[in-house]
């Protein structure tokens, strides 16, 4: 079965205490990408990356970090969350073909929370 | 500044009837437009695209218009069901798929 897995699903931090968002993808797609959610401004796009070894910044990349060592794995790091982090996270694993072959697939989110 | 404009942002329709969603985009190198539905909990899921080449896109009771020197492009849902009630989202890309950018979503309730 085709998924994407997060963890954790759910997240309270305080400012300042780094963390970790892990993503994982059983499809071994090479596009792999980071959203965050918040209500009234849709998705926005935090880092995608298009293989292994190769991301770039999305439309709001400030305050996160990724990495892509492994086809699979595309975990999002905060360094020293701070509250306007607080959010719902989606991990996005995409193949993109010739014609109309595109298939996507999101996480189940991960909802954090910065005090 | 919003790279795709979306609207409206909460739609009501009656069971059978015909749900529509814009959206607009300032950018004319974006070349793929993507559709996505959203249910309360859920992550999006991926429902119908479509590319700058044609002008109308089907599948199944969903159907994308694209107007490309209007620049807009839409989502209508027929014979809408309950079922159908969720939030959707449209998005823009450039080719290659690198950056994506969304629309601010439209909550969609179908009435029985």
């Known amino acids: 079965e085709a998924q994407v897995t997060q963890n954790p699903r759910y997240l309270i931090t305080v400012t300042g205490k780094k963390l970790t968002v892990t993503c994982s993808q059983n499809m071994n797609h090479e596009y792999m990408s980071w959203y965050r959610q918040d209500p009234g401004l849709g998705l926005r796009q935090i880092y995608y990356s298009m293989n292994v070894e190769v991301t770039d910044k999305g439309d709001v990349p400030e305050g996160y970090k990724v990495s892509r060592k492994e086809k699979r794995n595309f975990p999002l790091i905060l360094e020293s969350p701070s509250p306007n982090q607080t959010s719902l996270y989606f991990c996005?694993?995409?193949?993109f073909g010739a014609g109309d072959q595109e298939t996507q697939y999101f996480g189940p989110g991960t909802r954090l929370l910065v005090l | 500044q919003q790279q795709v404009k979306q609207s409206p942002q909460s739609l009501i329709v009656q069971k059978g009837g015909i749900s529509i969603i814009n959206c607009a985009y300032e950018?004319?190198?974006?070349?793929?437009f993507p559709w996505y539905q959203q249910f309360p909990g859920k992550g999006p899921a991926l429902l119908i695209a479509i590319r700058p080449d044609v002008s109308e896109k089907k599948e199944g009771r969903f159907t994308i218009s694209f107007n490309k020197s209007a620049k807009q492009f839409s989502l209508h849902i027929m014979d809408s069901q309950p079922g159908d009630s969720a939030t959707y989202f449209c998005a823009a890309s450039r080719y290659n798929f690198n950056k994506f950018y969304f629309g601010s979503g439209t909550k969609l309730n179908v009435k029985p």
């Open positions: 950018n004319t190198a974006f070349d793929y």
């Open positions: 996005a694993s995409s193949f």
